[in-house]
């Protein structure tokens, strides 16, 4: 399942908790993509707002910073951007994280933080789940 995150908040994933508490054991892996730096921050605030409820173990968590591009958001998201810039450059520069910094530095030019090594924590933990799955399998 895709699901989108906007602001910490993961659209859709409300449908996905319902089925979990349904499962016996659940293999599920969300990750969220962002233009804003990876840190402990930004995942504690993902987690708390969609986790909640879920019991440990069901749901394993990546984040993955990705890019921005003003030109490709639709235009409620560009308004809410274009608002919550005005909010940010009225702070002192001093405060500002370094979400907040990104967001001013990205919202005139379009950036693209991707990299492909950035999937291999990802890539390794399925792997993994797939290499255990191969030895609980009797013929």
Known sequence: M???????????????????????????????VGAAPESDRNTKRIKAKNFNGIGQGKVTFFYLRGGFDLEKLPGRHRIALYIYKLWVMRKDLKTLTDGERSILAAYSLTTNYSEKGDLKPMVDYIKGLYKRNQRNISI
């Open 2 to 32: 895709v699901v989108l995150s906007i602001l910490t908040l993961i659209v859709g994933f409300h449908r996905l908790k319902k089925i979990i508490s349904h499962l016996e054991r659940p293999k599920i892996i969300i990750f969220a």
